[in-house]
């Protein structure tokens, strides 16, 4: 089962790249990162690569296609009436301002708009959803957990 958000960036649109989930476990979206078994010398060092690289996000970015969202949500234990709502819900979009690593990010969808500021830097943060729920989120090598 796939799982896939396709956003573009619309100050000139090109499009943004989206990778496969399919044979991760999806619960790791949500993790803390605590199961990582990194040793913390080799985070830094793929953290401290990967933002000497890091492009800018800067703009605003729209959704222009999903798929596999359904089974994602079933996975996740969301309900028969959420899902169905969130099928019929408008596409999302952000607004990123980023200076660095230092990122701000507005997501405005059917929930209303989400408001998140962090750092891409390892720094664990801790953000509130749509349905006011903790997410904690960090950033370990090339990817965000």
């Given at each position: 089962?796939?799982?896939c958000?396709?956003?573009?960036?619309?100050?000139?649109?090109?499009?943004?790249?989206?990778?496969?989930?399919?044979?991760?476990?999806?619960?790791?979206?949500?993790?803390?990162g605590?199961?990582?078994?990194?040793?913390?010398?080799?985070?830094?060092?793929?953290?401290?690569?990967?933002?000497?690289?890091?492009?800018?996000?800067?703009?605003?970015w729209?959704?222009?296609?999903?798929?596999?969202?359904?089974?994602?949500?079933?996975?996740?234990?969301?309900?028969?009436?959420?899902?169905?709502?969130?099928?019929k819900a408008?596409?999302?979009?952000?607004?990123?301002?980023?200076l660095?690593?230092?990122?701000?990010?507005?997501n405005?969808?059917?929930?209303?708009?989400?408001?998140?500021?962090?750092?891409?830097d390892?720094?664990?943060?801790?953000?509130?959803?749509?349905?006011?729920?903790?997410?904690?989120?960090?950033?370990?090598?090339?990817?965000?957990?």
């Open positions: 089962n796939d799982s958000l396709e956003a573009y960036d619309d100050s000139n649109s090109n499009d943004l790249d989206c990778r496969s989930t399919s044979g991760q476990d999806h619960e790791e979206f949500f993790s803390d605590a199961s990582v078994d990194d040793s913390a010398a080799e985070t830094l060092d793929d953290t401290a690569a990967f933002l000497t690289e890091l492009p800018d996000f800067s703009g605003r729209v959704c222009k296609s999903t798929w596999g969202l359904e089974d994602f949500l079933k996975r996740v234990g969301v309900s028969r009436m959420q899902r169905l709502a969130a099928a408008p596409w999302p979009e952000w607004d990123f301002e980023q660095g690593d230092h990122f701000v990010s507005v405005r969808g059917a929930l209303g708009d989400l408001r998140e500021e962090f750092s891409a390892g720094t664990p943060y801790t953000s509130r959803d749509g349905w006011k729920q903790k997410v904690r989120s960090s950033a370990t090598g090339k990817a965000l957990r």
